[in-house]
DNA sequence: ATGGTTTTTACTGCGTC
DNA sequence: GACGCGGTAAAAACCAT
């Protein structure tokens, strides 16, 4: 194939481009050979030692004139125009589907093979190009989301190593980007130890809440990941500086939330409930003045939820640790 | 799809400020 | 009378099957 061209020409242009310049002479400036323009592969090549003096001889205009339609299409250089809205600019390369050599002769059985094989790699390569950019757009979204919840540093690493591995496991196919992303920054944040709920993630993410679930249920099947039901604790500090209550309050409420837990109350409860109303509790035990409305609005739970949940964990509390 | 469980919605009555 | 609280029933959402 094009083995027997020897790609000198970034070396030999420096010097020898006055000679290349009036080039007009046809003369090889390496071995004075005859020259000869090779249009099809728009390059100018010497015939006798196969020296490139041109190559990429792009003219992207349309043809001089064309006189009518027919002439129009004919003459009218075709194919798409560069754009930047592709990453390679619409010019990667392919390898073509002729089995031909660079002077048109067919292939032997051995090179049609191997050039199989090339456009093979070829393919995949461009694909991972195109996984690339995937990667940055839903990184993107991952930062932006999870500056939106305050989400610190790590959680976001963690967010963009499931992404990946969601790409690389080909689980993308059929699903939104923005899908995915929010789907690893609700798991990477669960286990991280800094929960956020379904409803705080879909707040900022442009995925409604059904496509999130799904995507994020899809996700951990089939990645494996452990993610363990949210600890209520890890919602507890939020809710009780969003209510402004005291350091004291806050121990209180961990302890009920262990005596729940102890008691086994605490299974099959949503988590956010449970903090919730362990803060209520907590606050109501410290006489510091919470309303179960206040707590349900920082909560985003329910009143009726809180009362149930407060019920309880004090009677939990109660029989866990008899006053 | 179905059934069991949990959460939410909506409404009511009671006590207090 | 407004507000906080507690309770209930029915609807909705969720989850496993």
Request: charged share 30%.
């Amino acid at each position: 194939m094009t083995d027997t061209i020897t790609r000198t020409y970034t070396e030999e242009t420096e010097t020898n481009e006055t000679e290349a310049q009036r080039g007009e002479t046809e003369q090889c400036p390496e071995c004075g050979g005859r020259v000869i323009s090779d249009t099809e592969h728009a390059e100018t090549v010497c015939e006798e030692c196969g020296l490139v003096v041109e190559e990429d001889e792009i003219d992207r205009g349309p043809e001089w004139r064309a006189f009518d339609a027919s002439e129009k299409d004919e003459k009218s250089r075709v194919g798409a125009p560069t754009t930047k809205m592709m990453h390679d600019q619409g010019l990667s390369t392919n390898i073509g589907w002729q089995d031909k050599d660079a002077y048109g002769r067919a292939l032997s059985s051995r090179q049609r093979q191997k050039m199989q094989r090339l456009r093979t790699w070829n393919e995949r390569f461009r694909t991972r190009d195109s996984k690339e950019r995937n990667l940055k757009q839903a990184l993107g979204e991952i930062d932006r989301m999870a500056s939106a919840l305050g989400l610190p540093e790590n959680v976001r690493e963690t967010a963009s190593v499931i992404y990946r591995r969601a790409l690389e496991e080909d689980l993308l196919p059929g699903r939104s980007i923005e899908g995915v992303a929010t789907a690893s920054l609700y798991a990477a944040a669960r286990q991280a130890g800094t929960p956020r709920s379904l409803d705080e993630i879909s707040a900022v993410s442009r995925v409604d809440r059904m496509e999130l679930t799904r995507t994020y249920r899809y996700v951990v099947r089939e990645l494996g990941l452990e993610v363990k039901p949210a600890d209520p604790e890890h919602y507890v500090p939020r809710f009780i500086s969003g209510l402004d209550l005291s350091d004291e309050t806050e121990r209180m409420a961990r302890e009920l939330l262990e005596a729940a837990r102890q008691e086994g109350v605490h299974s099959g409860k949503s988590p956010v409930g449970l903090a919730a109303a362990s803060v209520y509790a907590a606050a109501l035990l410290t006489n510091e003045k919470v309303t179960q409305n206040e707590v349900s609005e920082v909560a985003n739970i329910s009143e009726v939820t809180i009362r149930n949940r407060y019920k309880e964990l004090l009677e939990a509390s109660d029989t866990a640790t008899p006053a």
